[in-house]
């Protein structure tokens, strides 16, 4: 009787010390400082699928609430406008290659060309420098000529004229043979001579007249091909200029094939759009793309809703936040599960109320001001995420407990 009254006793003690001890825990737990609030729910990404380029849909490979994984085909959009492009901008790249392998060609060509015709110029133009100074020369040799002719002309008009003033005198004394006759025929021959002497120095004269008519002509002539040399020259002194342009012509050619490349690249890129993949993870929501239809670019076809990364933010009153931080313990009861609890963290508080970012902000500088405690949104953090048998899907509604200590 004794034994099984102390056994009895023993269980009475470890039932009271129990007792006690979830007493103490349920105590402590109450009166340890803590906020909560039931304005909160979880959220999480959504992710918009939005055309990036315009046509018909062709096949569309998902259903409502279906999940996907990242890459997935979403929509296909009929790619056959956008291959023609494709084409069409290859063949644009292949024209302008083209073009600036013609372009880069014809630069050494016309550099060199160039450089040819301008030491061509300027040797013509020394030669015709030359040819022009010898025509002055010659016109200078011509008139000297000219000069020693009339001279020459003057010298036997005057002898001609000494010769015929002693026939003159010494024909009536040869007549009455006071001079002997062999005196008078030597002065008639003297005569003839200079009379010989006379023609030659006139014809000689006008020798000497075409011969400076010749030279003149040769000086003009010269003085035209230098004229032209110096024009050719002029124009061939351009070179660096025309080197320059064909250089801008063969850079803009390959400016332009640079372009080309961007537009096929571009081609490229739209016909690669009109298949639509999923960028992340979800589950397939709001649906609004159907075979057939005529989208157009930047149109939202679908958005894809992500269960593995969620949160909860919970709206606490500006007068719960005196003790709250980052860091803090909270417990979070989602009312779709009911008594389930899951675990977290404070992560971080919001810069400003809800209010603040509202459409139309209350401004309490106008009419009757009345005060009205201000909700600030709080980010919650969950140590798991269980995807299982208790999913958290973004809109939930929840309690939040943030515990301060």
Not at 266 to 277: D, M, S, Y
Request: aromatic residues 4%; glycine residues 6%.
């Amino acid at each position: 009787m004794t034994g099984l009254f102390q056994g009895a006793r023993r269980w009475v003690v470890i039932g009271l010390g129990a007792v006690v001890l979830v007493g103490g825990f349920l105590l402590w737990r109450y009166l340890s400082p803590r906020e909560s609030t039931d304005d909160a729910q979880v959220s999480g990404h959504v992710s918009p699928v939005s055309a990036r380029v315009g046509g018909p849909v062709k096949t569309v490979h998902v259903r409502d609430n279906q999940t996907v994984r990242a890459g997935d085909v979403l929509v296909e959009i009929d790619p056959h406008d956008y291959e023609i492009a494709l084409q069409r901008a290859q063949a644009d790249l292949s024209v302008a290659e083209a073009a600036a392998r013609a372009a880069r060609a014809t630069v050494p060509i016309t550099t060199t060309t160039a450089a040819n015709e301008l030491s061509a110029a300027r040797a013509t133009v020394g030669a015709a420098q030359a040819a022009e100074q010898a025509a002055e020369r010659e016109v200078e040799a011509a008139q000297a000529k000219v000069a020693s002719a009339h001279a020459r002309v003057a010298q036997a008009t005057a002898n001609l004229t000494r010769a015929t003033h002693d026939v003159e005198r010494l024909e009536p004394l040869a007549s009455k043979d006071e001079v002997p006759k062999q005196a008078f025929d030597a002065a008639v021959t003297t005569q003839q001579a200079a009379q010989a002497d006379a023609e030659s120095a006139k014809a000689a004269l006008k020798e000497a007249e075409a011969n400076v008519a010749v030279a003149e002509s040769r000086r003009t002539q010269a003085a035209s091909a230098l004229a032209q040399a110096q024009a050719q020259a002029k124009a061939a002194d351009t070179t660096p200029q025309q080197v320059a342009m064909i250089e801008a012509r063969a850079q803009s050619a390959d400016a332009a094939v640079q372009q080309a490349n961007a537009a096929l690249e571009q081609a490229k890129t739209n016909l690669e759009r009109t298949t639509i993949r999923a960028p992340v993870n979800g589950i397939v929501s709001r649906k609004t793309v159907e075979i057939g239809q005529i989208i157009q670019p930047g149109q939202p076809l679908l958005a894809l809703t992500s269960l593995d990364d969620v949160w909860v933010v919970a709206n606490f009153k500006e007068t719960q936040l005196r003790r709250m931080v980052p860091g803090q313990r909270a417990s979070v009861s989602v009312d779709a599960y009911g008594s389930r609890e899951f675990s977290g963290r404070v992560e971080s508080v919001a810069a400003a109320t809800g209010a603040t970012f509202s459409l139309l902000p209350p401004d309490n500088a106008s009419g009757n001001f009345v005060k009205v405690v201000q909700r600030i949104p709080v980010k919650i953090v969950l140590d798991t995420i269980e995807n299982g048998s208790t999913p958290l899907r973004p809109g939930m509604s929840a309690e939040v407990t943030v515990h301060l200590r």
